[in-house]
């Protein structure tokens, strides 16, 4: 089946640092969401991407959807402790929906 | 205000003895998912509901069952639990599919003896 990889695997960062997960696919892909889980949480909805190029943002997040929408990027700004958590990206064809593999992020006080 | 609900969030059972988790709604939304995550890995779709349409995902074992009696009540039953079986397992609701966000209840972690 389709895959969605994520580099890196892990991340640790000093509170203060800036952060950055990617999501790659071998295949154009329609749309590609993001998600947040909290340790021992479960995934939260960020955001969702569509468009080729696209960029959003909210506060310190910022989210990317390549110009071949084969791969998305999440930035975040200047971390914080309330950003620990491991971060999926998500792909939902209507018939299909799967996690990337998820990038979990470590932010050191 | 609790949206997705799971209960319990916490099940213990024995090898070979049948289990049932439950998921439950407020969104009335169409569509219901169950999830299987294990440790440090991403949740794995197992099948969703589109209504009373049922979705199986090709490498789901059979061992793996599910039911939704009514748009707000979605189980999954568990055969015949296996060592392997033990994870946390995710309902989750949207209100269609395709570009949808998907809804995530706490969960419930699973324990096989």
């Known amino acids: 089946g389709q895959q969605v990889m994520q580099i890196p695997q892990y991340q640790h960062v000093q509170e203060g640092e800036d952060f950055t997960t990617y999501c790659n696919s071998s295949t154009t892909l329609s749309n590609i969401q993001w998600y947040k889980q909290r340790p021992g949480g479960h995934p939260v909805f960020l955001i969702q991407l569509v468009k080729s190029g696209e960029v959003k943002k909210q506060k310190r997040l910022t989210f990317q959807f390549g110009e071949a929408k084969k791969n998305s990027s999440l930035h975040i700004t200047a971390t914080q402790t309330t950003d620990v958590g491991t971060y999926f990206c998500a792909v939902n064809t209507g018939n299909q929906f799967y996690f990337g593999t998820g990038t979990s992020l470590t932010v050191i006080p | 205000d609790a949206m997705v609900i799971q209960n319990p969030r916490y099940q213990v059972t024995q090898f070979g003895k049948p289990v049932t988790l439950s998921c439950s709604q407020t969104?009335?939304?169409?569509?219901m998912y169950w999830y299987q995550q294990k440790s440090s890995q991403a949740p794995k779709l197992l099948f969703h509901?589109?209504?009373?349409?049922?979705?199986n995902e090709a490498d789901t074992p059979d061992n793996f069952q599910s039911r939704r009696p009514n748009t707000s009540f979605c189980f999954l039953d568990i055969r015949s639990p296996g060592l392997g079986d033990a994870a946390m397992y995710l309902c989750?609701?949207?209100?269609?599919?395709?570009?949808?966000?998907?809804?995530f209840g706490p969960g419930t972690r699973l324990l096989v003896l």
């Open positions: 969104l009335n939304h169409n569509v």
């Open positions: 989750a609701t949207s209100r269609g599919l395709g570009v949808e966000t998907q809804y």
């Open positions: 509901y589109y209504d009373k349409d049922f979705n």
